[in-house]
């Protein structure tokens, strides 16, 4: 079938410290993968996409490369800011439409 | 451009008695999506609506669990005979059409079952 997991959290962090937040999958077919962010008190959003292998998806300083061979759509970020504390959700998308979410990862971002 | 709006924001409600939630999606999205967030959980799916087609109903977790859409507007999740297991964020989600990928999120109506 088709799934996603994603590293459980929470993630606690210094101001300025690197992040990666692992995501791997399963899935016929071609799927598309996305990174979903909900900041605290907010709705879920969009953070960056990518629609076939060794696709690069970026927004806000984060990154994720869409990796077939090892079925991976790692988040990662340089220098992570205060502002990014939020929950971090790993999707794919089949063909068919569906798509299917991971548990969500919390980061903490300390000063 | 308004997004998608939900309603009730917050649900308590007792054991027993059904609730009826609210979507509305924005304007012109043909696809829409029911989504329940445990606490502690993922995102699990529900039910998607897509245009005029037959919805995919195949994440109800019940007979308990309906969902109706007008056209390309509003949906209502209802839940029967409602369950502490119940309680959760109840999510929905719209999208313009198909070959667009990105789903538009709702700020979610929290659901407290005593």
């Known amino acids: 079938g088709n799934s996603v997991t994603q590293m459980e959290g929470p993630v606690t962090l210094s101001e300025e410290a690197f992040l990666t937040i692992n995501c791997t999958y399963t899935a016929t077919g071609y799927p598309s993968l996305f990174w979903y962010v909900q900041y605290p008190g907010e709705g879920l959003q969009l953070l960056l996409k990518a629609t076939k292998a060794d696709d690069k998806g970026s927004n806000k300083g984060f990154e994720a490369t869409y990796r077939k061979e090892t079925t991976s759509f790692h988040l990662e970020k340089g220098s992570v800011q205060v502002s990014d504390s939020a929950v971090y959700f790993c999707a794919l998308r089949p063909q068919n439409n569906d798509m299917r979410f991971g548990a969500g990862t919390r980061l903490t971002v300390k000063p | 451009g308004a997004g998608v709006s939900q309603s009730p924001s917050n649900k308590v409600t007792e054991k027993g008695k059904d609730v009826e939630l609210r979507c509305d999606p924005i304007?012109?999205?043909?696809?829409l999506y029911w989504y329940r967030q445990r606490l502690g959980q993922g995102l699990e799916f529900l039910i998607y609506?897509?245009?005029?087609?037959?919805?995919?109903k195949s994440g109800l977790p019940s007979d308990r669990f309906s969902a109706e859409r007008t056209g390309e507007s509003v949906s209502t999740l209802t839940i029967q005979r409602t369950q502490q297991e119940d309680s959760a964020v109840y999510l929905c989600?719209?999208?313009?059409?198909?070959?667009?990928?990105?789903?538009?999120f709702g700020p979610g109506t929290r659901l407290l079952v005593l």
């Open positions: 304007s012109g999205h043909t696809a």
């Open positions: 609506f897509q245009g005029n087609s037959a919805p995919d």
């Open positions: 989600a719209s999208r313009e059409n198909r070959g667009q990928e990105t789903q538009y």
